[in-house]
T-cell receptor, first 116, second 114 residues
Framework: AQKITQTQPGMFVQEKEAVTLDCTYD???????LFWYKQPSSGEMIFLIY??????QNATEGRYSLNFQKARKSANLVISASQLGDSAMYFC?????????????FGTGTRLTIIP | DAMVIQNPRYQVTQFGKPVTLSCSQT?????MYWYQQKSSQAPKLLFH???????NEADTPDNFQSRRPNTSFCFLDIRSPGLGDAAMYLC?????????????FGPGTRLLVL
């Protein structure tokens, strides 16, 4: 079974609109972390935002926020006021494992295209 | 700025000719990772070092080896590259014990095998 599922292979969004990228996860570990990364065409994976499984509040970083719904096992990324530079591949990832052996599992990604 | 650096950014090698990719970091993180990412796919973890302890993924081919001579540097050696090894290779680091233990990635090395 997929540990991280991103159901939107591609999305087109008008500039300045908000966009939500979906991510669901599956784990039996009570302690885990959820991450979103942006990968432009240059290839670098850029860290955007992190949510810990015990965090009570949804994480926010500037225009990025993470809509964490623990019971539903979802961790959607919300980008407010989208910009042309937001066009990229976006990966959701989950960290599991014990001390010294943590691993990230990535979803298949969503390619976001911002339309002027 | 503290960062993760990968050299070279692009590497062309011949089928069967050994190649080494390098990664360095100024973050002083104790964990370093190597990922392989093929076109339109998610990154796949090959192995990681926790300090000097090497952790290999079960499905990483023996053709892939790694060295970490010190905290700052980590190398990926491909002993006999095949056409299927053409990919982006991403190095990442994390600080064990830091909140989130976020992995920070370098810009990657694109490997082409002729």
């Amino acid at each position: 079974a997929q540990k991280i599922t991103q159901t939107q292979p591609g999305m087109f969004v008008q500039e300045k609109e908000a966009v939500t990228l979906d991510c669901t996860y599956d784990t039996s570990d009570p302690s885990y972390g959820l991450f979103w990364y942006k990968q432009p065409s240059s290839g670098e994976m850029i860290f955007l935002i992190y949510q810990g499984s015990y965090d009570q509040q949804n994480a926010t970083e500037g225009r990025y926020s993470l809509n964490f719904q623990k019971a539903r096992k979802s961790a959607n990324l919300v980008i407010s006021a989208s910009q042309l530079g937001d066009s990229a591949m976006y990966f959701c990832a989950m960290r599991e494992g014990n001390f010294g052996n943590e691993k990230l599992t990535f979803g298949t990604g969503t390619r976001l295209t911002i339309i002027p | 700025d503290a960062m993760v650096i990968q050299n070279p950014r692009y590497q062309v090698t011949q089928f069967g000719k050994p190649v080494t990719l390098s990664c360095s970091q100024t973050l002083n993180h104790n964990v370093m990772y190597w990922y392989q990412q093929k076109s339109s796919q998610a990154p796949k973890l090959l192995f990681h070092y926790y300090d000097k302890d090497f952790n290999n993924e079960a499905d990483t081919p023996d053709n892939f080896q790694s060295r970490r001579p010190n905290t700052s540097f980590c190398f990926l050696d491909i002993r006999s590259p095949g056409l299927g090894d053409a990919a982006m290779y991403l190095c990442a680091t994390s600080d064990q014990g830091a909140p989130g233990e976020t992995q920070y990635f370098g810009p990657g090395t694109r490997l082409l095998v002729l």
